[in-house]
Antibody, heavy 123, light 110 residues
Framework: EVQLVESGGGLVQPGGSLRLSCGVS????????VDWVRQAPGKGLEWVGR??????????DFAASVKDRFTFSRDDSKSSLYLEMNSLKTEDTAVYYC??????????????WGQGTLVTVSS | QSVLTQPPSISAAPGQKVTISCSGS????????VSWYQQFPGTAPKLLIY???KRPSGIPDRFSGSKSGTSATLDITGLQTGDEADYYC???????????FGGGTKLTVL
């Protein structure tokens, strides 16, 4: 059974850092793309970034709103992807989801999602 | 304001049909396939439609999707009170090199 589980959320001050974890099971992390999507309180879904698979050199893309502040790291032996968030702003407050971006015949879609972890940036 | 435009809300009676639109441009909907997600309050989104018009296993055929040019639509027939949720379209944008979500549509079943 495919599962993704996020952890690491919490309260952090503006300008601070936080590392979120996405632990996966039921599939091989190195063979798939995994994205992060966030949702601010009462707002819609916002894409944060993508970590591609080994075949694509683990390349990454980030939304303009987080580029140069957020990065990915990973430990395939632990089936875990990490979202490293620096220089956090109050507008980064959101529930953060990791989701598998499955690719089929050129199409991609988020077929499995984690339950989300809440990040609150406040003084 | 999202690059992908959806109506903020839509409502209909049980048993009726609704159509949720998602309008984009040549660099997103006109470029790549569209997916749709359903989200209930406090829960993670759930995949409803992928590759414009395909349903994952377990999704009722009351849900259908289509795409034409730079717009996509999600149709829901035989509305049920349990369909009350937020619905989002999603697509890759080649100009932004990133994923876009529509602003979301809140469906109310009266």
């Amino acid at each position: 059974e495919v599962q993704l589980v996020e952890s690491g959320g919490g309260l952090v001050q503006p300008g601070g850092s936080l590392r979120l974890s996405c632990g996966v099971s039921g599939f091989t992390l190195s063979e798939h793309y995994v994205d992060w999507v966030r949702q601010a309180p009462g707002k819609g879904l916002e894409w944060v970034g993508r970590s591609r698979n080994r075949a694509k050199g683990y390349s990454t893309d980030f939304a303009a709103s987080v580029k140069d502040r957020f990065t990915f790291s990973r430990d395939d032996s632990k089936s875990s992807l990490y979202l490293e968030m620096n220089s956090l702003k109050t507008e980064d407050t959101a529930v953060y989801y990791c989701a598998r971006a499955y690719r089929l015949n050129g199409a991609h879609f988020f077929d499995f999602w984690g339950q989300g972890t809440l990040v609150t940036v406040s003084s | 304001q999202s690059v992908l435009t959806q109506p903020p809300s839509i409502s209909a009676a049980p048993g009726q049909k609704v159509t949720i639109s998602c309008s984009g441009s040549s660099s997103n909907i006109g470029y790549d396939s569209v997916s749709w997600y359903q989200q209930f309050p406090g829960t993670a989104p759930k995949l409803l439609i992928y590759d414009n018009d395909k349903r994952p296993s377990g999704i009722p055929d009351r849900f259908s999707g289509s795409k034409s040019g730079t717009s996509a639509t999600l149709d829901i027939t035989g509305l049920q009170t349990g369909d009350e949720a937020d619905y989002y379209c999603e697509v890759w944008d080649s100009s932004l090199s990133g994923v876009l979500f529509g602003g979301g549509t809140k469906l109310t079943v009266l």
